[in-house]
């Protein structure tokens, strides 16, 4: 429903109404774009021991997570769904009444509170039951009814915000002293915030009733590239080998060199043969988010979507700017790999192919969080012990199966457990990383959820992904300083490297492409395929730089990255690694006080803006300092790497 409040994972007021306000999609839809979005290593995943993909119905359900403490089952869904669209129709008694008094206005914001609690149930389950399975019927009829449910609530709801912000200053001052109003202060605060780009009533219900069909491109894109696209098999030494979203980046990992570029050929066919309707996509998502923005008097799509955290646009362009200004240790990477490897020539797939051979055994699940609980001991007891339960229970859905979403995130909620999607394989170390990085997001949530009031227990992506990588930089400093032979020792030092890469770099180069093709759209550029990838390709030579080799097809890249569907967002996993060494590094060389400062900020949730809690935790993303200081990380790790090699 329309009234702004917060959800877990990573949402708070501010995203939600990023959501209803700005971009006119519905809750449901954003959220659905949401669970996929918390992550960031999630695309890592590893080859099947077998050509065979389980279906749903052959997964021990050992293996899956439990959804029970949402509901217990889909009927039980299916009657909550009732409920809420009875308790939807009360909406309307309250309009014109929330400007008479405070006890009026706190009368509506606690049924806004009951049915936003169902709201978040009833979408969680719905969602994470479609993730289970892109193309089961049953789930996406649940998320569909759901959709319409929250579109009709959000329609009747069209008038809150407006009669909120049209209460005048002075009254509201009088109104945020009264104890009933004490839980949604903070809330009201940032909701004021929003008032000069709030619509009238008319144009406001105009916008929300045109919500449902807002998150079209997107729900498309998911089918297309998770269900419909066939990437076939692949003969390797150990047999016929399926190819998938999930399996692709271990074929990339393969030491064969011919097999990584059979792979590769065979994963873009189908992206090349659904180009134009790729490019369409994203170009209708990109204008929708630039038409929107104006709709709101915004100057531009990234304003409009920065302002939800408070962030400056100036830590945006810090971020670009000092990146391109420390690209040299990258580029000296990647001249490293093509010597090490020995090639003519680097190519597109040969950059991700460890330098050293694996020298790790496989690893089970238990064994990984057996390696998360002793990396991460220095959080103390209770952190450990709740994750280390919610791990070896039932918090994750850990295994691959036909038509389950592709790759890995957390999705926390007020009421229900933290829940992580995996599609883990043993013989991936990469897959234990992302385990750690996923149960960072899943406790950040546990403690944000416990210690504030539902409307403002939600984080931003800004702070989710500091939680998440801070465990990974423990993680690997665990199995740095632990490891048996100097040939593990840098396979891991490699594989940090690679994932500082992966999250510092390139979500950098992604990010600045949002703000190419963003402003070709706000320029009256259309985004035609063509455009899209001279754009996408101009990136690649810059970040890759001279000595890689690009195939024809390696701009296609740009058409086939989800998170691009989720504007502007992609920038804070590189501010969040950024964040995340700085105070990492603080937490493990400092005591109790900087142990402290750390869980003040995972207790935070969205009680206040993502800069100033950080700040608190002790770093500070207004400069560009922790950027150039995780800069001089990436290139210390190429250093060592230079040294052994």
């Not at 996509?281 to 920065?306: E, M, T």
């Not at 829940?419 to 991936?428: A, T």
């Not at 207004?622 to 290139?635: K, Q």
Request: aromatic share 12%.
């Amino acid at each position: 429903m329309n009234t702004g409040y917060m959800a877990g994972c990573t949402l708070t007021v501010l995203d939600c109404l990023d959501a209803l306000l700005y971009y006119g999609t519905t809750m449901s839809s954003y959220f659905r774009n949401l669970l996929g979005d918390c992550m960031v290593s999630a695309q890592d995943s590893s080859l099947a021991a077998s050509p065979h993909i389980p279906s749903r119905s052959e997964v021990d359900p050992q293996d899956t997570w439990d959804l029970s403490t949402l509901f217990p089952h889909d009927q039980t869904w299916y009657e909550a769904l009732q409920e809420y669209e009875k308790q939807t129709e009360g909406i309307p008694a309250f309009r014109a009444t929330l400007g008479i008094s405070a006890k009026n206005l706190a009368d509506y914001l606690d049924f806004s509170k009951a049915l936003g609690i169902l709201e978040e149930r009833l979408h969680y389950y719905s969602d994470l039951r479609q993730t289970e399975d892109e193309g089961d019927d049953a789930a996406r009829t649940m998320t569909g009814r759901f959709m319409m449910a929250a579109a009709k609530a959000e329609a009747a709801a069209s008038w809150v915000i407006p009669e909120i912000q049209a209460i005048p200053d002075a009254v509201m001052e009088g109104f945020l002293d009264h104890p009933r109003l004490g839980e949604y202060r903070i809330y009201l605060k940032k909701l004021l915030r929003y008032k000069p780009y709030i619509l009238s009533d008319r144009e406001e219900r105009l916008l929300a009733l045109h919500a449902e069909g807002e998150n079209l491109p997107s729900e498309a894109f998911s089918v297309l590239t998770n269900v419909d696209l066939e990437f076939g098999t692949l003969d390797t030494p150990e047999g016929k080998r399926p190819l998938s979203q999930s399996t692709w980046p271990v074929f990339m990992e393969n030491p064969d060199r011919n097999l990584r570029r059979q792979a590769y050929q065979a994963f873009y066919r189908p992206f090349e043969a659904h180009k134009t309707t790729l490019a369409a996509l994203y170009g209708g998502a990109v204008k929708q988010n630039v038409i929107k923005a104006r709709i709101r008097g915004f100057p531009s799509a990234r304003a409009a979507h920065l302002f939800p955290d408070g962030v400056p646009e100036g830590v945006y362009d810090n971020l670009v700017s000092t990146i391109s200004n420390h690209l040299t240790p990258l580029h000296r990477y990647y001249r490293l790999r093509k010597q090490v490897l020995g090639l003519d020539a680097l190519r597109h797939y040969d950059v991700y192919v460890p330098l050293i051979p694996k020298t790790v055994k496989k690893t089970s699940w238990n064994e990984a969080v057996d390696l998360i609980s002793a990396a991460l001991r220095p959080l103390g007891t209770e952190y450990g012990q709740v994750l280390r339960a919610g791990l070896l229970g039932r918090w994750a859905d850990r295994y691959e199966n036909k038509g389950k979403r592709a790759g890995a995130f957390s999705a926390g909620t007020y009421r229900g457990d933290p829940y992580i999607l995996m599609n883990y394989k043993e013989d991936s170390i990469r897959d234990v990383f992302t385990l750690a990085h996923e149960g960072g997001h899943s406790m950040h949530s546990w403690y944000a959820a416990r210690s504030n009031p539902f409307m403002h227990y939600g984080y931003t992506i800004f702070e989710a992904e500091v939680a998440s990588t801070f465990n990974e930089e423990l993680l690997f400093r665990y199995l740095r300083d632990n490891a048996d032979t100097q040939e593990l020792a840098v396979y891991v030092i490699n594989k940090r490297a690679d994932d500082l890469l992966a999250t510092l770099y390139r979500q950098t180069m992604f990010a600045e492409f949002e703000q190419r093709t963003h402003a070709l759209e706000e320029g009256g550029t259309p985004l035609t395929v063509e455009v899209l990838r001279s754009e996408y390709r101009a990136l690649l030579t810059k970040y890759f730089g001279p000595d890689m080799v690009l195939e024809e097809t390696s701009d296609l890249e740009g058409l086939r990255i989800p998170h691009f569907y989720r504007a502007f967002y992609v920038y804070k996993y590189a501010t969040g690694i950024s964040a995340s060494l700085a105070l990492a590094e603080r937490v493990l060389s400092g005591g109790e006080q900087e142990q402290k400062d750390y869980f003040t900020f995972l207790c935070s949730g969205g009680s206040r803006f993502p800069i100033e809690s950080l700040k608190l935790a002790g770093v500070d993303m207004a400069s560009p300092a922790p950027v150039e200081a995780a800069c001089g990380v990436f290139a210390r790790l190429i250093d060592e790497l230079v040294a052994y090699f």
